[in-house]
Each structure stands twice: as structure tokens, then as C-alpha cells.
């Protein structure tokens, strides 16, 4: 079932992307309507799985690939029920959910496996939980900033955009992406907080330097700066954004990043499990 979901955000990213060609809405509500369509089959292959296995769908790298493709792509939709005709930020979320979806797919197994030592812990579920809602709301608030990085240049020329966005509708727009961080900067906390109980649970002590931690560290702090920029003016433009879409980029770099250099250098790391 996992193929078919990989395949339908690949639909829906093709939409996405003939809607950003056509500037058609048609095209773009059809677009959403797959999206829809597929969070639907998504969660319905992992409430599957939570039952097959006895336990949260989210405790191995192939199932973790899976919760965030499905979790950033229901926060992109309901973030934007109340946007009216605005497609263009399914594109980043698509090519993240069929990203996450193929490369778990292809490099990972599927089997029910029993569970590592340090994943025995009722922490990390919570930790887990709280570090994925975080995520998904940061890639909808990057995809928005992007978005809006790249229309209102063509707005202040005096270009109509054609995607549902003009001078009207676009600062409220972009306001979601700062109500979005806002939102998840917590979420990020505590998930980082409840990672430091589940570390103590598993290896005895609370924080270790670990390259997983220090980079949970390093995208905590890129978006407290970008909080702390937004209530400056003058840096409430582009060097707001660029602080926006860094945090976006950290937080990859947490969920995936650390793990292959951390393999691929020899880095010491407890996280190295999951790769």
C-alpha cells in the first residue's frame, strides 16, 4: 500500500506542478483533491501498521519517513482551508512526502522488527510526537515563506501573480508562516526537553553532545532568531525569511543529515540506529 501512497503524492505533484505552468485553479483544486485523497490512504496504512505491531507507527527510520510525509502533508492541508485558490505551497510539501515516501521505500525495510533498547521508553513517544508536529509545522511555514519570496517581487513590479495571491491577500498570507513558527517553536522545546528525559531513561544521563542533539540545539536556536528577528522592523523582511527557511533547513538536517554524516564519518552517535 506504502507504493501506492508514494505514487498518489506523486500525482499530486504533478498537479501541483502543471497548476504552477496553467495558473489553472481547476488544476490546483485537483491537486488538493488527490493530496486529500492520499493523507486519507496514508493514515489508513498507518493506523494498519500501529495495529500490526502493537505499538507507535513512528519507532524505526522506515516508519518515521512515513509519519512525516503524512504529517507535513495534513498540516499543508489544513493550514490552507482557509486559503482560496492558493495551490503553490503544495509543491515544496509534495516533493518532501513523495521524497520521504520513496527513500523509505528503497533504502529501508518494511518487516515489524522488535525494537532497539534505548526505543523502549515511553519518553520517546512523546518526544517522537512532539518533534514531528514541529517538523510538519515548519515545512508548511517554509513553503509558505517561499512562496512569498518568490511572488512579491513580481506584485511590487505590478504583475498580477494569476495563483490566488496579490497585494491584498499576500502579507496576511505570509503571516501564516510566522503564526506557524510560533506554533511549533514550543512544540520544539518540549520535544527537545522530553528527548533529554527519554536520553536519561536509555543511556543515564540527560544531554551528551550527541550530533543529533547538538543539531536539535543549533535548529531550536536559528528559530528563536527568527522569532527574535520578527519583532524588529527593519529585519522583518528578507532577513527574517532567510532565518526561516535556515531553521527549515537545520531541522533536515536533525531528521536526516546528522545521520548519514554521522555514518559516513565515523562520528560517534547514539542515533546512529536509525540510519
Request: charge should be positive; hydrophobic fraction near 50%.
Amino acid at each position: 500500500m506504502f507504493w501506492l501512497v508514494a505514487f498518489l503524492y506523486g500525482v499530486s505533484l504533478f498537479l501541483h506542478i502543471a497548476y504552477l505552468l496553467t495558473k489553472k485553479n481547476s488544476v490546483g483544486k485537483a491537486a488538493a483533491g488527490i493530496l486529500w485523497g492520499v493523507v486519507v490512504v496514508h493514515a489508513g496504512m498507518i493506523l494498519f501498521r500501529t495495529v500490526e505491531a502493537q505499538r507507535a507507527p513512528f519507532q524505526t527510520l522506515y516508519e518515521s519517513l512515513s509519519w512525516f510525509a503524512w504529517s507535513a502533508s495534513i498540516t499543508y492541508l489544513y493550514v490552507g482551508r482557509k486559503w482560496k485558490d492558493i495551490y503553490l505551497p503544495g509543491i515544496p510539501v509534495t516533493i518532501l512526502a513523495m521524497g520521504a515516501s520513496l527513500y523509505a521505500l528503497l533504502s529501508r525495510s518494511p518487516a515489524v522488527e522488535p525494537l532497539s533498547p534505548p526505543l523502549q521508553s515511553w519518553w520517546f513517544e512523546y518526544h517522537v510526537i512532539l518533534a514531528f508536529l514541529s517538523y510538519a509545522v515548519f515545512v508548511v511555514s517554509c513553503s509558505i515563506e517561499i512562496v512569498y519570496l518568490l511572488i512579491k517581487p513580481c506584485l511590487k513590479k505590478g504583475k498580477s501573480s494569476g495563483y490566488g495571491l496579490d497585494l491584498n491577500n499576500i502579507e496576511a498570507f505570509h503571516r501564516t508562516s510566522h503564526k506557524l513558527v510560533l506554533f511549533g517553536f514550543p512544540l520544539l522545546t518540549f520535544g527537545i526537553f522530553s528527548g533529554a528525559a527519554w536520553a536519561n531513561d536509555a543511556w543515564g544521563r540527560y544531554w551528551s553532545w550527541d550530533p543529533k542533539e547538538t543539531w536539535s540545539l543549533i535548529t531550536w536556536t536559528v528559530f528563536a532568531m527568527y522569532l527574535h528577528s520578527m519583532t524588529i522592523p527593519k529585519w522583518q523582511g528578507n532577513t527574517a525569511s532567510v532565518f526561516n527557511i535556515l531553521g527549515f533547513i537545520c531541522m533536515m538536517m536533525t531528521f536526516l543529515g546528522v545521520n548519514w554524516l554521522a555514518k559516513l564519518l565515523g562520528i560517534p552517535s547514539l542515533h546512529v540506529y536509525a540510519v
